[in-house]
Every structure is written in C-alpha cells, then in structure tokens.
C-alpha cells in the first residue's frame, strides 16, 4: 500500500501502484499512483471551446460534437452485387460493415458478408464471407467481448430456418465456431433481422418465433455461448416491428411491436433488463394515436440515457411518428407525429455524439436526407446523400463523424451496389 513502508519486504518501498487517471478527452491526466508515501491528488485539465481537431477539446467524452457538418468523402463504390447493408458498428481503426447478398433464384448463393472500412467509409480490407450456406436474414453487427464482435443472422438448416451468432474480429474474419441459439424455435424470415446485445456479462439475443408470427424469443448466454436459456418475452409481437436492443450504464432496454388481438392500432413495448438479462422494471407500453400502426421503428440511446424512437406508420395519416424514454422507464415525450417528414421513410438511426441523433430518411424519389436532430431541444441540420437510394441503409456516428451505407443500381452494370458517404467538421 501507499505509506511509506517496504510492507512486503522485498527491499522496495511502494513499488508497483497503480497510476490514477481523471478527466477525460484533452482534460485527462495520468499522475504516480503514490508520491512519497501518500495517495497523490489527481486534479483535471481545463477544458476548452470543441475545434475541428478529433479531439474531445471540451472534455465531455464527445469528438468534434456541435460543430458544422459536411461532406468529408463519398459517394464510394463498396461492393457490387450487394442487396442491403445490415450492420455498421465502429472499430478501433474505423468501421466494419456487413451486408445481405439476396437470393439467385433456385441456386441461391452465400448470403452474409463483412467488410472493414476506414475512418471515411472506404474499404479498408477484403470482403469476408461469413458462412457457407445461405443466410435468410441478417448478419446483423454488435460489439462483444475484447474489441470483437458478434453477427446474428437467421440462416438455412436444410428447410427450415434458425437463428446463429459469430464472432468476428474488428477486420470481419471469423473467429470462432458458429453457435447454433436454437434448433426448435425458427425465425420468421421476412424483414425482421435477429438482434444481439453484449452486456458485459451476456450476450441478449432476440428473434421472432415463425411458428406463431408474434412471439418475441430470447436466449441469454455467456461470451462463448455456453449456459444458453431460452425464453419468450413478448407473446403479442408484431411482425413490422422487430425488437430492438439498448444499453446505457448497466441498463439494457428491449423495444418491440406489440398488436393485441382486434386492436385498431400497434405499439411499442419496452422490456428494462439487467445485464444478466433479467428484467428489473414493469414493461413500458407506448401507445400512438388509434387507427396507426408502427411499422420499420428504429431507436437509439444517447450518452445521457436518452432514449429515442423513430417509426413509420402504415395508416391514419400520419407518416412519421417519435417518442423519448429514458432507461429508467419515465416517458419524456409521448408518442408524436412528426409533420416535416410525413413522405419519408426513417431508414436508419445512430445515436449522434453530443446529444440526439442521426436519423436517414429516404423518399420515394430515391432522395435520402441525414438529419442530425436533437427532438427534445426542438435542434436539426439536414445534410442531403447523393444516392438515388433503393434499400434500407446503414448510420454509424464515430469519432465526431457520421458514415451512411446504402444501396443504389449502379448506372452502368444495373447491379445492386453497396456506397458510402461521410460527413463531419473540415479539419
């Protein structure tokens, strides 16, 4: 210990303590973890107004946030013959993107694939073929144990269809052995991509049961896959919209469609679970307007426990629709049209650094607009994408930055192409 004395009697006084740290971006400091026989004071820097530098200037734990945003680089041709992105998780060097190769009539093909790509959206390695046979939905991308990650796919078994997890490594090779997370309960296999979670004890894995079209399944498991259990967490599930997974200090958030027998509307329940994944709070319902029906929600969990969520609707006038929770289970806003984008379709959503987030919109022309937005604060950039866009893409916010992968015909072979573009402040 820190006193002064040689306790372990080894001819050394104080040896072997540990540095203390405080502070974080520009204002961290590393002091000796012991001078002169006491426990030294460790006093923060200054902070200072955020420049365009990649530096988290103003010492909040966010990059570059709050300032303006434009084109950095893209459109950039990613990979042809590509049908839809599905995952797009930051990596120490960059980005690591997987995407979905769709059938090829009788013969279908290996279907996921991964990629790593560079602080700019561009490639960065080579492509990797995740699995031999095909896969139905998916891979979808979550961060796991000691930089790695984990893709979720839902992938043919001879005729029938059950949900799998990889690991990956930050480059898109795998790793490990494929887990098999059920072999009696399939996936639905139409528009709703299993989900994965690693929570730092287990990994959460969500997918909807075929057999009944509703039920929401889980299965709880270590970092290897070991100690699986499996249970149903939602049994009134709705098929246009799939769960989604949320975390933020020890809390994980599970939001999936709900539509109870003979109602005249959907909507959205929220499941609190430890990082166990057993569930620490009554469920949250939301509840929109009657005669609207969720449909393609996204959500995303800011910095500051934020929750936001973001749906199209299928009816009742309405196109676009959020709502705000936190993870203690308060509603900070209720659910509520949003009239500005009542054309569009929300396609994908990332938390964005400082507060909010990005959410992609795309129209039926094809025109895709990233909008950076702040619902509570009333705040929002729009920052138009190049496209014309054709499938659901992919946000990612890293680094102070914002890529978007997403899928165009390219003019000339009139193939499916995955592009990128990137946005952030001119260094």
Not at 347 to 360: N, P, Q, T
Request: aromatic share 6%.
């Amino acid at each position: 210990v820190c006193n002064g004395v040689d306790d372990d009697e080894d001819g050394q006084i104080d040896e072997g303590i540990a540095d203390l740290s405080c502070g974080e971006g520009a204002c961290r400091v590393v002091v000796a973890g012991c001078i002169d026989g006491r426990v030294p004071t460790c006093t923060p820097g200054v902070p200072s107004p955020e420049v365009c530098n990649q530096r988290d200037d103003d010492c909040d734990g966010a990059v570059d946030e709050g300032l303006f945003m434009e084109p950095l680089a893209g459109p950039t041709p990613l990979v042809d013959e590509a049908f839809q992105g599905r995952g797009l998780p930051a990596t120490p060097n960059g980005l690591l993107l997987t995407w979905f190769k769709s059938f090829n009539g009788s013969s279908p093909e290996p279907s996921g694939f991964a990629m790593p790509l560079d602080d700019l959206g561009a490639p960065a390695g080579e492509q990797v073929r995740l699995v031999e046979p095909p896969v139905v939905l998916g891979p979808t991308l979550a961060p796991s144990l000691e930089g790695r990650f984990v893709a979720g796919t839902c992938r043919r078994f001879g005729f029938s269809t059950f949900p799998t997890w990889l690991k990956l490594d930050a480059s898109g090779q795998v790793i490990a052995e494929e887990h098999r997370v059920s072999s009696s309960v399939e996936c639905v296999t139409s528009g709703t991509d299993p989900q994965l979670l690693w929570t730092g004890e287990r990994h959460l894995f969500a997918w909807m049961n075929s057999q009944t079209d509703a039920q929401v399944m889980l299965e709880v498991s270590d970092a290897e896959g070991g100690g699986a259990t499996t249970r149903t967490v939602i049994d009134d599930g709705d098929l246009s919209v799939p769960p989604r997974w949320l975390q933020h200090d020890g809390r994980v958030a599970l939001i999936a469609g709900t539509r109870p027998p003979g109602g005249t509307s959907s909507g959205l329940r929220v499941l609190f679970m430890d990082a166990g994944g057993d569930e620490v709070a009554a469920p949250l319902e939301l509840v929109p307007p009657d005669g609207i029906y969720f449909y393609q929600m996204k959500a995303a969990v800011d910095d500051e426990g934020v929750v936001t969520i973001v749906s199209g609707t299928n009816t009742g006038g309405v196109g676009v629709v959020w709502a705000a929770v936190d993870m203690n289970g308060e509603v900070l806003a209720p659910v509520t049209a949003i009239p500005s984008l009542d054309d569009a379709s929300p396609s994908a959503l990332s938390a964005r650094e400082g507060g909010g987030v990005w959410l992609v919109t795309v129209y039926a022309s094809g025109q895709g607009l990233l909008n950076g937005i702040d619902f509570l604060q009333s705040e929002a950039e729009v920052l138009p994408l190049a496209g014309p866009i054709i499938g659901y893409p992919v946000v990612a916010s890293h680094r102070g930055r914002v890529t978007v992968v997403y899928t165009a015909i390219d003019d000339d072979s009139l193939q499916y192409t995955l592009w990128s573009e990137t946005f952030g402040c001119a260094l």
